[in-house]
Every structure is written in C-alpha cells, then in structure tokens.
C-alpha cells in the first residue's frame, strides 16, 4: 500500500469511527428519557455537557472538512470533559470508557499531520 493510500485509510477510519462515535452518543441521550431531566441538571453538569457530548460531536463534524481543528475540538473537549468532572467531583479519576471517543479526533490530526508531511516531501523532491 502506498503512503497516499493509507493516508486516505486513516482518514476514511477517522470518518467512520466518528459517523459511529455521534450515533453512539445520541443514543445516549435519547436513552436518558424526557427532556424534564435536562431542567435537574446542575451547572456543573452543564459544563460537562458543553464538553461531552457538545465540544465533542461539534469537533467531529468540523473535523470533516477541516480535520485539524475539528480533531483538535473533539480531542480537546474530552481532555477538558475530564479535567473538569474531577474538579467538580474532588477526585483523581480517567474516564477511560470516554477516551474512546477521542480516538477519530487524534485520528484525524494524525491524517492532517501525515497528508502536510507527504505534500512538503514532495515539494522538498
């Protein structure tokens, strides 16, 4: 397989993984019942929301067509969800189970990353 190739693998992956990341999340939510639950939520659960699911699926919708800064939001947005709920919680805990989400996002930096190294190769030959 050439490098074009797996470029573009990594970046069709990135795309599934993310197609199948945001279904997973809305099932999520619409699993969590009636929108009265929302009205219960703390600020601080609100945050976390603006993060997870929020910054996340934002990130892998952008990161369709701008697959760095989108990666970077949906990376970003779990990184900064944990942060945060172990602020708020008072405790040092990974939430590995939501590290899986990030996984398109570092996907797509990582297509972003090999595609701009392949193009500077080719203008340095």
Known sequence: ???SKLINA???VARILSLISIGIVLLFFIGEGSISEFAK???GEWIL???FPIGLMIGLFVSW???LIGGIIAVGSIIL???IDNILSGKLKLEFEFLVFAIPGILFILYWY??????EEDVVL
């Open 81 to 83: 969800f944990n942060i």
């Open 49 to 51: 929301i603006l993060f």
């Open 10 to 12: 990594i970046r069709w």
């Open 1 to 3: 397989m050439n490098k």
């Open 41 to 43: 939520l703390t600020i």
């Open 114 to 119: 090999l595609k701009n190294r392949n193009r």
């Open 65 to 67: 067509w701008k697959e």
